[in-house]
């Protein structure tokens, strides 16, 4: 049976690779080669022209595929409150041994909680009165400006108790999301790959050693999240991607759901996640076993780091290994993170990206009519 709201049967996590135009603007822009209003026209143009990409392949959710954004969660957050971004050293580096993402950190710089209007709003209007689908938002978790830094990000003079910090953190949150219902948002994402990262060994161990409880964070961030999404109109739906890592094909964390599925489904409350499922380093789909009757599951089975197309019946049998553990009716289908976390895009072209999402609209309707 299809959804009728989201997600819905074949969905998609949200970023797109960035066309040639675009890169060619936004590397003129750097150099102030073109005016800002210039590089805006660009992308409104190129939005508009992925917007109807995606509706044409079937797409009932439709993203700006993040073409106004340089990383998937910096502009978001930089943009909160008494947060700024600067130039730092990386403290968790992807596995591969090629080129690690810009070293661009996040700290807070004053007390949180308050208010001012996110230029993410106007990305969202624009995508709204372009599309006939249904329009939806990412934004990173809030667990994004602490998972990374820990401490450093947050000057004891500021916050002499984190618990003050995760507290207003959530607030800010809560009226950004607000702002965003308000503007007329009712599929809205949070990008969390900070509970998956918490699955795997070394990066636990990357939390013992700076001095926190690795086995605490996740009930403090779903405390944050539930704080963040609390304000939100009872026709709105919010959902959660699970993410290992996503930068030019590359990854962070390895290591199945099982040590965060109890909290993950049962004390956050979002209406539906956005699994990783790819690859093996995200474990079996056991962890479905916890998953509460009113809430879907989305299987990220398709995979975004490689250019390979996958053969439909492999895809069918994962879906069939998954419903061993829930109901079919409460899964969908989607890639296995977004295409492009960061303005470089992963390893592939954009012609296999649209096969890849054409034949996720085509296998859910063949497993779900």
Request: glycine share 6%; hydrophobic share 35%.
């Amino acid at each position: 049976m299809q959804r009728t709201k989201p997600p819905f049967r074949a969905d998609h996590v949200g970023s797109l690779l960035r066309t040639a135009s675009l890169k060619e603007a936004r590397e003129k822009r750097k150099h102030d080669a073109i005016s800002a209003q210039a590089l805006t026209d660009i992308e409104d143009r190129e939005i508009e022209a992925l917007i109807r990409k995606q509706e044409a392949i079937g797409l009932r959710s439709i993203t700006d595929g993040e073409y106004r954004r340089v990383s998937w969660n910096y502009d978001f957050l930089e943009r909160l409150d008494n947060v700024e971004s600067y130039m730092g050293e990386r403290k968790i580096k992807f596995a591969a041994s090629g080129p690690q993402p810009r070293p661009i950190l996040l700290r807070v710089i004053g007390k949180l909680g308050g208010y001012k209007p996110h230029p993410m709003i106007e990305h969202f209007k624009f995508l709204q009165a372009h599309t006939r689908q249904t329009p939806k938002l990412t934004i990173p978790s809030p667990s994004s400006l602490h998972f990374r830094y820990g401490r450093d990000a947050v000057p004891e003079s500021t916050y002499p108790s984190m618990d003050d910090f995760y507290r207003d953190l959530g607030e800010s949150y809560r009226k950004a999301i607000r702002a965003f219902a308000d503007a007329g948002c009712r599929y809205l994402q949070l990008d969390e790959v900070n509970l998956a990262y918490l699955c795997d060994p070394a990066l636990r161990e990357v939390v013992t050693d700076r001095g926190e409880d690795p086995a605490a964070l996740p009930a403090i961030y779903a405390g944050m999240i539930n704080a963040a999404i609390s304000d939100i109109p009872p026709d709105m739906t919010i959902t959660m991607h699970l993410c290992r890592g996503n930068f030019r094909s590359s990854f962070v964390a390895s290591g199945g759901y099982e040590p965060v599925a109890d909290v993950l489904f049962n004390t956050i409350n979002v209406h539906g996640y956005f699994m990783e499922y790819d690859t093996e380093r995200a474990g079996g789909f056991e962890p479905l076993r916890f998953l509460p009757k009113n809430k879907t599951v989305v299987l990220g089975l398709v995979t975004t780091k490689s250019g390979t197309l996958e053969k439909k019946d492999d895809i069918k049998r994962r879906i069939d290994e998954a419903a061993k553990f829930i109901d079919i009716e409460q899964l969908c289908l989607s890639p296995q993170c977004g295409f492009a976390s960061t303005e470089e895009g992963n390893a592939l072209a954009e012609d296999e990206e649209w096969a890849k999402l054409h034949m996720i609209v085509e296998i859910a309707e063949e497993v779900w009519g």
